[in-house]
């Protein structure tokens, strides 16, 4: 007999309460790239714990990495039945450009029923839900129907340096039998998804090094390597003007997307022409004989997400740089390996390095590209606790972002990865002006809910990946 | 009969004054390309008006322009000898970055009898030395040998935007026989120069705009154009390799130095390893088939001075970038027209822009390039009032910077002009850590005193173009 009825009233009970709360959590600047921010993650994982402790979770603990802390918890009084892990985490990305949001990114404000704030979506707010989920089925059953651990790191948007070690030394700890994410997007408004692949990640930092100083381009210019020069020569030499990337090996073990795949691609029917209204660009760009999704989904990209050198203030500076430099990282797909990649694109830098300057490269963390069988009991549970919420069918996809710590969870403690979230594409993830959609809040704890009583039905044995 | 002696004793006997003075007009950021330092631009103009007054030049006024004003003054009590125009700028560079100076740049320091500061060597403490020399000359004889004219800007570091309407519209105020520059440099420590010729300027900003908003890169990565991507292939399409400048019919207008100028510039016997070591780059870089002296003084270039965008704090952020910009700037040779340079960079700049963004344009102010013959008698006169005082042989050279209004005086007032230049190379104009060597700064008083009283024994109509 399903509960979710009770949780609904619940939920709808106490939605001002909740928003309360989760507004709370948003208001923690908890950026975990920059260390000025310290003291804000540690404040975000206190705030986690006692969350957790008020839903009804167990043995909380905010555990200490070499970076940031883990937020551990457990309810294990479920005999005989399954244990979800659910995974989260609660640092965010830097929010820069500051001028170009509406409203403070720390301080949430809720418009046309859209939370805006920096994590909203990405992913304090998929977090928060969870708890909740836990809490509605504590307070209105008194139990849960399923044994229950949640791990909640503070350095996903950093790569998680720190996890994969904690995972391995938590095994024990750790064990389940499916591990739950809601850290991923919905197909589109109204359209719920279950994510079965994600793309790895592998970046680096390059920096050019010229003459000892700036140099007057009068004196030296024509005469003396500008470091941003060879900086944009090594740049531009990336990428052919069609969007194909000309690092040497780049694509060698890319495993191309099935024919099945492809067909259900297109049957999702991806308005190109909506896309580039929605972004507001006179075209879209990439390789070529692929589409939207394919080229999000299955296709490994590189991108240069950031440039400096140089004068970059108000006027004009007739400087000759002598420094400049890049970040660039680069989204991968199954079986693309991260280190080999960064190999590659180390002798690519060297190969196209000018003379007059010297070339420095940083490698960031790295994660590896994932893919699961869409067909598992636990992700088609998942799609029917959608469509019963949402009533349409739910879409079964990859997602073109990195959870660089979902294959190490899929690696370390073998058993099945289940994607399920709620976020939408357009909610700026990553950029000015971050919010969430309060429907998908609103349908996502019932969701939720819903989930757990469903996985409440299976053996543990028939959940084995 | 010289009053060389008698100058010579009062600098020796004023020098601590001197300095202590000159470190004051130092102490005020003048910046001219950042619009909050424009009440420093005033307070520079006044410091210099109460200076020259002063020293004892008459009806000095503070003039104002569209933009940052104009320092006049006058001594016309010369009967029958030639008149001077003095030339200099009271505005300095930008200082960032910031944390590459030793000492704080608007607080002057004396280090190994080197002063440093912004605007200690460009252009503030050579424009100090002509206001000196009068003050000496009136101290010691109670006036001029020569006619004097001042005129000081405060825009010459952003292109002197207001000053060629000024000249225009003063051209009976300004009338003259010969302008005499103090902005350029000596061919060595030891080794004076007087130069004949000098680069011009044209630049652009380029800034591109792509999608609405920073996006996250792994949900569009691969199927949006990024920002960056599509700037620097703008960038690198500027330049060749080897040096040499891709921009359609850039070099068509080029006039090449006669072998005359070749062979002298290879009598200055220029150290190239030595420059290297200098600036501690691995190799000099430029055009192939030409020296560093026919690099820097007969070629054009395009410099990128700064290139900016997406995300460059510590860290990574796996940010797709909807925008990205860069500064750019030309040094041209006669007889490039600046007009002529920016349609052609921008027609360049349109071919090359990708699709999936747009790029727009904004013009810099311009300079025209400069050229004048080394056998006028006021040139030479200049040489041997150098070599009086520094007991060395003087080069004839020409500068690789630009001055861009000694092209509209040229063109306006009808007069040669003399450049008389005591920075040194190396002196990080335009860099951290600028600085002025105070040998020069002695010496160059003299000179500058002796060139009056020389330029005195030419009847004006011998001075004419």
Same mark, same amino acid.
């Given at each position: 007999?399903?509960? @979710?009825?009770?949780?609904?009233?619940?939920?709808?009970?106490?939605?001002?309460? #909740? !928003?309360?709360?989760?507004?709370?959590?948003?208001?923690?600047?908890?950026?975990?790239? !920059?260390?000025?921010?310290?003291?804000?993650?540690?404040?975000?994982?206190?705030?986690?714990?006692?969350?957790?402790?008020?839903?009804?979770?167990?043995?909380?603990?905010?555990?200490?990495?070499?970076?940031?802390?883990?937020?551990?918890?457990?309810?294990? #009084?479920?005999?005989?039945?399954?244990?979800?892990?659910?995974?989260? #985490?609660?640092?965010?990305?830097?929010?820069?450009?500051?001028? !170009?949001?509406?409203?403070?990114?720390?301080?949430?404000?809720?418009?046309?029923?859209?939370?805006?704030?920096?994590?909203?979506?990405?992913?304090?707010?998929?977090?928060?839900?969870?708890?909740?989920?836990?809490?509605?089925?504590?307070?209105?059953?008194?139990?849960?129907?399923?044994?229950?651990?949640?791990?909640?790191?503070?350095?996903?948007?950093?790569?998680?340096?720190?996890?994969? &070690?904690?995972?391995?030394?938590?095994?024990?700890? *750790?064990?389940?039998?499916?591990?739950?994410?809601?850290?991923?997007?919905?197909?589109?408004?109204?359209?719920?998804?279950?994510?079965?692949?994600?793309?790895?990640?592998?970046?680096?930092?390059?920096?050019?090094?010229?003459?000892?100083?700036?140099?007057?381009?009068?004196?030296?210019?024509?005469?003396?390597?500008?470091?941003?020069?060879? !900086?944009?020569?090594?740049?531009?030499? +990336?990428?052919? /003007?069609?969007?194909?990337?000309?690092?040497?090996? %780049?694509?060698?073990?890319?495993?191309?997307?099935?024919?099945?795949?492809?067909?259900?691609?297109?049957? @999702?029917?991806?308005?190109?022409?909506?896309?580039?209204?929605? @972004?507001?660009?006179?075209?879209?760009?990439?390789?070529?004989?692929?589409? #939207?999704?394919?080229?999000?989904?299955?296709?490994?990209?590189?991108?240069?997400?950031?440039? +400096?050198?140089?004068?970059?203030?108000?006027?004009?500076?007739?400087?000759?740089?002598?420094?400049?430099?890049?970040?660039?990282?680069?989204?991968?797909?199954?079986?693309?390996?991260?280190?080999?990649?960064?190999?590659?694109?180390?002798?690519?830098?060297?190969?196209?390095?000018?003379?007059?300057?010297?070339?420095?490269?940083?490698?960031?963390?790295?994660?590896?590209? %994932?893919?699961?069988?869409?067909?598992?009991?636990?992700?088609?549970?998942?799609?029917?606790?959608? /469509?019963?919420?949402?009533?349409?069918?739910? &879409?079964?996809?990859?997602?073109?972002?990195?959870?660089?710590?979902?294959?190490?969870?899929?690696?370390?403690?073998?058993?099945?990865?289940?994607?399920?979230?709620?976020?939408?594409?357009?909610?700026?993830?990553?950029?000015?002006?971050?919010? %969430?959609?309060?429907?998908? %809040?609103?349908?996502?704890?019932?969701?939720?809910?819903?989930?757990? /009583?469903?996985?409440?039905? +299976?053996?543990?044995?028939? *959940?084995?990946?």
């Amino acid at each position: 007999m399903s509960n @979710l009825q009770e949780l609904d009233t619940y939920f709808t009970e106490n939605r001002e309460t #909740h !928003l309360e709360e989760l507004k709370e959590f948003l208001r923690i600047p908890s950026i975990s790239a !920059l260390s000025e921010h310290k003291a804000d993650m540690q404040k975000a994982a206190d705030w986690l714990k006692d969350s957790l402790t008020t839903a009804g979770i167990e043995k909380v603990e905010v555990l200490p990495t070499k970076g940031h802390p883990v937020v551990y918890g457990e309810w294990m #009084h479920a005999k005989g039945k399954p244990t979800i892990l659910f995974y989260g #985490h609660y640092d965010v990305q830097p929010v820069d450009p500051l001028n !170009l949001w509406e409203t403070e990114p720390f301080d949430p404000q809720i418009r046309e029923n859209k939370l805006f704030a920096r994590g909203a979506s990405d992913d304090k707010g998929q977090v928060f839900m969870h708890i909740k989920a836990v809490e509605a089925w504590m307070k209105t059953t008194g139990s849960l129907p399923v044994n229950m651990k949640f791990i909640i790191e503070g350095e996903e948007e950093i790569g998680s340096p720190s996890l994969e &070690a904690f995972i391995e030394e938590n095994k024990e700890k *750790l064990a389940s039998d499916i591990i739950v994410i809601s850290d991923t997007g919905m197909q589109a408004k109204g359209k719920p998804a279950v994510c079965y692949g994600l793309r790895g990640l592998a970046g680096v930092q390059i920096d050019v090094k010229g003459a000892k100083g700036d140099l007057h381009s009068g004196l030296y210019g024509g005469s003396v390597q500008n470091a941003i020069h060879a !900086l944009v020569q090594v740049l531009d030499s +990336f990428r052919a /003007e069609n969007g194909k990337i000309l690092v040497d090996g %780049f694509y060698d073990s890319v495993l191309e997307a099935t024919e099945e795949e492809k067909e259900a691609y297109k049957a @999702l029917n991806v308005d190109e022409e909506a896309i580039k209204k929605e @972004l507001q660009v006179p075209a879209l760009f990439g390789e070529e004989g692929y589409s #939207h999704l394919e080229r999000t989904w299955t296709r490994p990209t590189l991108e240069i997400n950031g440039v +400096f050198g140089g004068f970059s203030g108000e006027g004009i500076k007739t400087v000759l740089p002598n420094e400049a430099g890049a970040k660039i990282t680069c989204r991968l797909v199954p079986n693309q390996e991260p280190d080999e990649i960064v190999q590659l694109l180390k002798a690519h830098i060297d190969k196209n390095t000018l003379p007059g300057v010297t070339i420095s490269v940083t490698e960031f963390d790295k994660g590896k590209p %994932f893919l699961t069988p869409f067909d598992h009991p636990a992700i088609q549970a998942a799609g029917a606790s959608y /469509e019963k919420v949402y009533n349409v069918p739910t &879409a079964y996809i990859r997602g073109g972002g990195s959870i660089p710590i979902v294959a190490a969870f899929d690696d370390i403690l073998q058993v099945p990865v289940i994607l399920m979230g709620f976020g939408l594409a357009e909610e700026n993830f990553h950029a000015p002006n971050e919010h %969430f959609h309060l429907e998908n %809040f609103d349908q996502g704890l019932r969701v939720i809910g819903d989930y757990y /009583e469903s996985i409440a039905g +299976f053996k543990p044995d028939e *959940l084995k990946k």
